[in-house]
């Protein structure tokens, strides 16, 4: 079979000036209005730890500092918000323990409306950690009045990934005057350094949802280079154990269709068709700033179903990536260019490529997706400002039953396939530049005649670096991409002549 590859080159080269302010020198630290950056610092739990129910009547809540003095950023910022808030952290070996209280002169105003997982409704108040404290990633746990929780990962300037979904715990309350949050965060959900005394970034926020106001612990701007850069700082954490946590998740699944009968098709006469499963994901943790995450058949475990999409472009729909295994350091793998990214997670299980022709009385069962028989995942950062992310994944031959001439027969709809993607990027000047590369290889064992029209491998690279000067006025961002695809004629031809390729 004649082979051929099609190879391309992308580079791209942004120099851009804003008017933006924040340095993150230790000597000389700011925030975007040159005020100090704000600290805060914690003190080890010296009682019982204590019982999560909204009401801040523990012991230990009588230890350690309050801290208060919010700014408001909306709907005016750098104005004084018209409700105080106060906070109070507390940590052992195993946890992060947080209480804000959020006083309101209108208590029967405070808005507490339910809602589900990561749905912004009513008052809100949070907590978000910094812990690599690389001014890149931030951890939030989030809750409304009413009690539900919100938690995220948050990059700059302002985007978050709200697929993210961690292990802790948190309680509301009302006060005569005030309404009251209590959070135990596990340590084991954070990534932070190995480092005898801890410094993380921090923010904390409040929503009063009948004035539309936000404030914050920190002082931010809408127009600053990029919220983890204003963050203050959590101090005082110290002498933490290495984390060595270690989550099972087995899962099953049922599902039962139904549908119209129709008596000729042997895959639909009954009107219904059951179906069954299982998968299990692993979570271990290397270090306290690494984890290997593992995987079996992990694509039914979805929290959430994907929406329904009219596409009447040329181009596919991206989904969000929903499945646990997949958003464990999803931030280390990314390697933007603009929307787009070069790694793509959901085709790794995606429904197969091929399907065939049918004739008259032939009838098809099809499968919904590929399955994943395994994947492996390492992900993490050093305190160093080196981060790793290594992930390999391989999907099983997937067959489809064909019914003809009164025989059913399988027939291959998608080939073993494998997946590789490694990512590496370094931070240099306290996060001021970063340099780092990624490289992707998507390898299909293909024995079948007529799934020549897939290529056989796939390949991409790329370089991407970033420097900012002028307390991050200025700032340089560089990309270098290739790619490269080989297969038979049929697979090079169709990629070239794809519309999406106009």
């Given at each position: 079979?004649?082979?051929?590859?099609?190879?391309?080159?992308?580079v791209?080269?942004f120099?851009?000036?804003?008017?933006?302010?924040?340095?993150?020198?230790?000597?000389?630290?700011?925030?975007?209005?040159?005020?100090?950056?704000?600290?805060?610092?914690?003190?080890?739990?010296?009682?019982?730890?204590?019982?999560?129910?909204?009401?801040?009547?523990?012991a230990?809540?009588?230890?350690?500092?309050?801290?208060?003095?919010?700014?408001?950023?909306?709907p005016?910022?750098?104005?004084?918000?018209?409700?105080?808030?106060?906070?109070?952290?507390?940590?052992?070996?195993?946890?992060?323990?947080?209480?804000?209280?959020?006083?309101?002169?209108?208590?029967?105003?405070?808005?507490?409306?339910?809602?589900?997982?990561?749905?912004?409704?009513?008052?809100?108040?949070?907590?978000?950690?910094?812990?690599?404290?690389?001014?890149?990633?931030?951890?939030?746990?989030?809750v409304?009045?009413?009690?539900?929780?919100?938690?995220?990962?948050?990059?700059?300037?302002?985007?978050?990934?709200?697929?993210?979904?961690?292990?802790?715990?948190?309680k509301?309350?009302l006060?005569?005057?005030?309404?009251?949050?209590?959070?135990?965060?596990?340590?084991?959900?954070?990534?932070?350094?190995?480092?005898?005394?801890?410094?993380?970034?921090?923010?904390?926020?409040?929503?009063?949802?009948?004035?539309?106001?936000e404030?914050?612990?920190?002082?931010?701007?809408?127009?600053?280079?990029?919220?983890?850069?204003?963050?203050?700082?959590?101090?005082?954490?110290?002498?933490?154990?290495?984390?060595?946590?270690?989550e099972?998740?087995?899962?099953?699944?049922?599902?039962?269709?139904?549908?119209?009968?129709?008596?000729?098709?042997?895959?639909?006469?009954?009107?219904?068709?059951?179906?069954?499963?299982?998968?299990l994901?692993?979570?271990?943790?290397?270090?306290?700033?690494?984890?290997?995450?593992?995987?079996?058949?992990?694509?039914?475990?979805?929290?959430?179903?994907d929406?329904?999409?009219?596409?009447?472009?040329?181009?596919e729909?991206?989904?969000?990536?929903?499945?646990?295994?997949?958003?464990?350091?999803?931030?280390?793998?990314?390697?933007?260019?603009?929307?787009?990214?070069?790694?793509?997670?959901?085709?790794?299980?995606?429904t197969?490529?091929?399907?065939?022709?049918?004739?008259?009385?032939?009838?098809l069962?099809?499968p919904?997706?590929t399955?994943?028989?395994?994947?492996?995942?390492?992900?993490?950062?050093?305190?160093?400002?080196?981060?790793?992310?290594?992930?390999?994944?391989?999907?099983?031959?997937?067959?489809a039953?064909?019914?003809?001439?009164?025989?059913?027969?399988?027939?291959?709809?998608?080939?073993?396939?494998?997946?590789?993607?490694g990512?590496?990027?370094?931070?240099?000047?306290?996060?001021?530049?970063?340099?780092?590369?990624?490289f992707?290889?998507?390898?299909?064992?293909?024995?079948?005649?007529?799934?020549?029209?897939?290529?056989?491998?796939?390949?991409?690279?790329?370089?991407?670096?970033?420097?900012?000067?002028?307390?991050?006025?200025?700032?340089?961002?560089?990309?270098?991409?290739?790619?490269?695809?080989?297969?038979s004629?049929?697979?090079?031809?169709?990629?070239?002549?794809?519309?999406?390729?106009?």
């Amino acid at each position: 079979m004649n082979r051929q590859t099609i190879q391309s080159l992308i580079v791209s080269f942004f120099l851009t000036t804003g008017l933006l302010a924040n340095s993150n020198s230790k000597d000389t630290v700011t925030t975007p209005d040159n005020k100090p950056l704000r600290t805060y610092t914690t003190i080890r739990l010296s009682t019982a730890k204590p019982v999560i129910d909204g009401k801040l009547d523990d012991a230990c809540w009588q230890t350690g500092e309050w801290s208060g003095d919010f700014t408001q950023l909306l709907p005016k910022e750098g104005a004084k918000p018209t409700q105080d808030t106060k906070i109070k952290i507390l940590y052992d070996d195993k946890n992060v323990y947080v209480a804000i209280r959020c006083f309101d002169t209108e208590p029967s105003k405070i808005s507490r409306k339910l809602g589900r997982r990561d749905e912004l409704y009513g008052d809100i108040t949070g907590i978000n950690f910094d812990s690599y404290h690389d001014h890149r990633t931030g951890f939030e746990f989030s809750v409304t009045a009413a009690g539900q929780k919100i938690d995220l990962i948050l990059f700059n300037p302002m985007a978050w990934d709200m697929n993210w979904n961690a292990v802790w715990y948190v309680k509301t309350g009302l006060e005569d005057s005030a309404w009251v949050a209590e959070y135990e965060i596990p340590l084991s959900q954070l990534r932070y350094s190995s480092d005898k005394e801890q410094v993380w970034g921090m923010h904390v926020w409040r929503w009063i949802d009948r004035l539309s106001e936000e404030s914050d612990w920190e002082v931010q701007s809408m127009s600053g280079p990029g919220m983890l850069y204003a963050f203050g700082e959590l101090k005082g954490i110290k002498d933490i154990p290495k984390s060595r946590r270690i989550e099972i998740m087995p899962y099953t699944l049922g599902k039962l269709k139904t549908f119209q009968k129709e008596p000729q098709n042997p895959f639909a006469k009954n009107g219904n068709s059951f179906m069954g499963n299982f998968g299990l994901d692993a979570k271990i943790g290397l270090s306290s700033n690494f984890t290997a995450d593992l995987t079996v058949n992990p694509d039914f475990g979805q929290v959430e179903s994907d929406p329904s999409v009219m596409n009447l472009t040329a181009f596919e729909t991206l989904y969000e990536e929903k499945r646990p295994f997949f958003l464990e350091g999803l931030n280390i793998f990314k390697f933007e260019m603009g929307d787009a990214n070069l790694f793509y997670t959901r085709r790794i299980g995606h429904t197969p490529e091929y399907k065939p022709e049918l004739g008259e009385n032939e009838y098809l069962k099809y499968p919904d997706n590929t399955s994943i028989l395994s994947a492996v995942k390492i992900s993490g950062k050093t305190s160093k400002g080196l981060a790793v992310g290594v992930l390999q994944s391989l999907t099983a031959n997937e067959n489809a039953q064909l019914y003809s001439g009164g025989k059913t027969k399988d027939v291959r709809v998608e080939p073993l396939t494998n997946f590789t993607v490694g990512r590496i990027q370094q931070d240099y000047k306290e996060g001021n530049s970063t340099l780092g590369a990624i490289f992707t290889a998507t390898n299909r064992f293909i024995n079948d005649p007529y799934l020549e029209g897939l290529n056989r491998n796939a390949f991409t690279g790329g370089i991407d670096f970033l420097t900012q000067w002028k307390e991050k006025k200025y700032f340089l961002d560089a990309k270098l991409i290739g790619s490269s695809i080989n297969g038979s004629a049929d697979a090079i031809s169709n990629p070239r002549l794809s519309s999406a390729r106009y």
